[in-house]
């Protein structure tokens, strides 16, 4: 049965959880983790101090480095996609443009911070416009005769994506719903209604309903909006069952980590949300401190006998003493301020060890005795060596990641396949499946690599000349082939071409000389 009917509720019971979790995700990668946790404010809130340290509120953005750095090790070296045939086949051609019109790489990236952030990324594959035409169509405006089809990947926001799981199974899937609201304005009012779009094996059925707003659930730490599904109403669709011409979901999961009892994925930040509550509390508290030791209660004699109020008029507060009492000073308190120190520094040191992540990478140290600065390393072995915590933590995201990609990959060229069967001018390939050259983003000594390879191999050539350029100009087959074709073309203009015939002439010549005499 659907997850998604008519008196049924959006999102599903069973999801809220999980939705929550990217919600309160976000708002921590946002460096909004006031909204999550005020846990010194709340401590405080029937005393003085409650406005004050809610006035001095930090939220410092560990979040966003953690999480970012991943990404940017998975593809700040620019992969390499391939079919293993040979560059002028047309598999190969199909492939670059694939990669290249989706802009592929930037969506990996982009697709590694948001699952790290929620822990669950989608891949959706369609065949269609890369522009949306919509509003050239509501006023009546005729599509552009240039605009062509193309087989697209996109990305898909988790918190729309539904998967029905397999019987018997809490890793495969029997179906994938992706469902999300549209408020459509009709008269003077905003009417709320639910997309629905479930993807089967070789099929896409597509539903509408009118949906009802029905409360706020608020048990997991933010508020999720429930609606109760209404009457189906029609989709707007020349077709409501599409084929897909494959047998695979048009849908990839990305999790950036599993287990093997759930199909979801674990985020990078949900094992640190205490934690990090915990260190922008402590940066509170340090704060308020420092504040209060910057402008001390005084005390002393009146200072009204000699006229000279203005004295003290400008400094904090001032509470007048008896010659009898004590010498005039300064009212302090013992705050524990190096214990607050210490404790910033160990949490700190618990964040980056629970993120896999060396803090010296980020190219400047904030705490003590933290794995030093990185700078006494220079060969490529020893560097990897150092980032064996964020490398091995990498190649794991990237398992997943592997078999996403050449997933959508596959599947899109399944796609425009049978979108084009029997278009005129449209020339058939038999899809292939992908393989995918990561680096490790490490930056490698060539030298050192190229030493190692003389030796090996004895001296001789290890890679030919259009493979160089790919690999040295991050580069695809069409672009490397046009390399070779403008240096062999330059090599003729300025050395030119010599015909080897004119040496026999030359003999011919001498020869004919020499008979002479």
Same mark, same amino acid.
């Given at each position: ?134 509003? &050239?169509?509501? !006023? %009546?405006?005729? @599509? /552009?005769?240039?605009? $062509? ?32 609201v549209e408020w459509v304005k009709e008269g003077e009012k905003e009417v709320p ?32 909006? &429930?609606?109760? !599904? %209404?009457?189906? @109403? /029609?989709?707007?669709? $020349? ?73 003290a008029s400008w400094g904090g507060r001032y509470i007048v003493v008896s010659k ?150 991050e580069v695809d087959d069409a672009r490397a082939s046009e390399i070779i074709r ?32």
């Open positions: 049965m659907a997850l998604f009917e008519t008196d049924g509720q959006y999102p599903h019971p069973d999801h809220i959880e999980r939705i929550a979790k990217y919600k309160r995700m976000e708002k921590i990668f946002d460096g909004k983790l006031y909204e999550v946790y005020e846990r010194a404010t709340d401590l405080l809130k029937n005393t003085p101090h409650a406005e004050q340290l809610k006035n001095l509120y930090i939220a410092v953005n560990l979040a966003d480095i953690i999480v970012t750095k991943p990404a940017d090790l998975i593809v700040g070296e620019v992969p390499q996609f391939d079919t293993d045939e040979p560059d002028d086949s047309e598999v190969e051609k199909a492939l670059n443009r694939i990669v290249e019109e989706n802009d592929l790489v930037k969506q990996i990236h982009e697709a590694v911070i948001g699952a790290g952030i929620r822990g669950d990324a989608w891949f959706k594959v369609r065949y269609g416009y890369d522009q949306d035409f919509a509003s &050239l169509e509501e !006023i %009546g405006l005729p @599509v /552009p005769d240039d605009a $062509e089809m193309m087989p697209i990947i996109e990305t898909v926001p988790a918190e729309y994506v539904f998967p029905e799981l397999a019987r018997g199974s809490n890793k495969k899937f029997s179906a994938i719903n992706i469902a999300w209604y639910l997309n629905v779009e479930r993807h089967l094996p070789g099929y896409i059925v597509y539903k509408r309903f009118r949906v009802y707003e029905a409360g706020v659930d608020t048990r997991f730490g933010v508020e999720i909006q &429930l609606y109760r !599904i %209404g009457e189906e @109403v /029609p989709t707007g669709r $020349e077709e409501d069952i599409e084929e897909t011409g494959t047998t695979y979901f048009l849908v990839h999961h990305f999790p950036y980590k599993t287990k093997d009892s759930d199909w979801a994925g674990i985020g990078g930040l949900e094992k640190l949300e205490s934690v990090l509550a915990a260190i922008n509390d402590r940066l509170v508290q340090i704060d308020y401190i420092l504040w209060k030791h910057s402008d001390p209660t005084a005390y002393g004699p009146s200072l009204d006998e000699e006229g000279n109020r203005s004295a009898e009492d004590p010498t005039p000073g300064y009212m302090t308190w013992n705050a524990q301020l190096d214990g607050a120190f210490k404790e910033l520094d160990y949490l700190l040191g618990i964040v980056y060890q629970l993120s896999e992540t060396p803090q010296w990478l980020f190219g400047t140290t904030i705490s003590q005795d933290k794995g030093g600065t990185g700078t006494s390393h220079t060969d490529s072995v020893a560097i990897k060596l150092r980032m064996m915590p964020i490398l091995s933590k990498v190649k794991r995201i990237r398992t997943h990641l592997d078999r996403a990609i050449r997933d959508a990959i596959y599947t899109a060229m399944q796609v425009e396949n049978f979108a084009n069967e029997g278009v005129e001018g449209f020339e058939p390939y038999e899809p292939k499946y992908p393989t995918v050259k990561w680096k490790d983003g490490v930056p490698r000594d060539e030298k050192e690599l190229a030493q190692i390879m003389q030796i090996r191999t004895g001296n001789k050539p290890t890679l030919d000349v259009h493979s160089a350029i790919k690999i040295l100009d403008r240096i062999d073309e330059d090599e003729q203009r300025t050395l030119g071409t010599v015909d080897p015939s004119i040496f026999n002439r030359d003999e011919e010549v001498s020869a004919n000389e020499g008979g002479g005499n």
